[in-house]
T-cell receptor, first 113, second 113 residues
Framework: AQSVTQLDSQVPVFEEAPVELRCNYS??????LFWYVQYPNQGLQLLLK??????LVKGINGFEAEFNKSQTSFHLRKPSVHISDTAEYFC???????????FGKGTTLSVSS | KAGVTQTPRYLIKTRGQQVTLSCSPI?????VSWYQQTPGQGLQFLFE???????NKGNFPGRFSGRQFSNSRSEMNVSTLELGDSALYLC????????????FGQGTRLTVV
């Protein structure tokens, strides 16, 4: 069975500081990995995805993530955050890419000035 | 291209009633998946429909059902509503090829009183 663990439920950070949101997964088969962002009262927006190929994945809004198969991790990073990055971030795994996503519990990123 | 459209956005129902939620996928997308989001359980996969057939199913009771029409639009039905069914229900669509990702709608907020 697949599972996802987001190691931090809340991450407070100051504007323009770097941030890392941690995600570990477990799976017995090859997986696809995703990061989604959710703003209040909104659906989920795809930030980036790892399907195959380069382990360093670049997404929207300056975010990037690195797939580490040996450590079964897919941590999300941004070198300099903005107030507008305040949101809930979800890591997800699937062996079917477009469906049956297994989500982590989410990390609330709070950016303050 | 229009995104995933879910209707209604908000719904209040009484315990014991049934409810039907609607999802119109992105044009050309043939796979529709449904997810339930609650504060306690987080995001959980309900089921996926592809070409009018249920292709994947999560671990939810039979009170939760769905269907997909020939135009790929999907409906989700919950019968005999319980207070614990109060949640944000999210619909996601994808092309259904193995490397495609899911795009989410804004969700339907269901409150059971």
């Amino acid at each position: 069975a697949q599972s996802v663990t987001q190691l931090d439920s809340q991450v407070p950070v100051f504007e323009e500081a770097p941030v890392e949101l941690r995600c570990n997964y477990s799976s017995s088969v090859s997986v696809y990995l995703f990061w989604y962002v959710q703003y209040p009262n909104q659906g989920l927006q795809l930030l980036l995805k790892y399907l195959s190929g380069s382990t360093l994945v670049k997404g929207i809004n300056g975010f990037e993530a690195e797939f580490n198969k040996s450590q079964t991790s897919f941590h999300l990073r941004k070198p300099s955050v903005h107030i507008s990055d305040t949101a809930e971030y979800f890591c997800a795994v699937s062996n079917q890419a477009g469906t049956a996503l297994i989500f982590g519990k989410g990390t609330t990123l709070s950016v303050s000035s | 291209k229009a995104g995933v459209t879910q209707t209604p956005r908000y719904l209040i129902k009484t315990r014991g009633q049934q409810v039907t939620l609607s999802c119109s996928p992105i044009s050309g997308h043939r796979s529709v998946s449904w997810y339930q989001q609650t504060p306690g359980q987080g995001l959980q996969f309900l089921f996926e429909y592809f070409s009018e057939t249920q292709r994947n199913k999560g671990n939810f009771p039979g009170r939760f059902s769905g269907r997909q029409f020939s135009n790929s639009r999907s409906e989700m039905n919950v019968s005999t509503l319980e207070l614990g069914d109060s949640a944000l229900y999210l619909c996601a669509s994808s092309l259904a090829q193995t490397t495609e990702v899911a795009f989410f709608g804004q969700g339907t907020r269901l409150t059971v009183v």
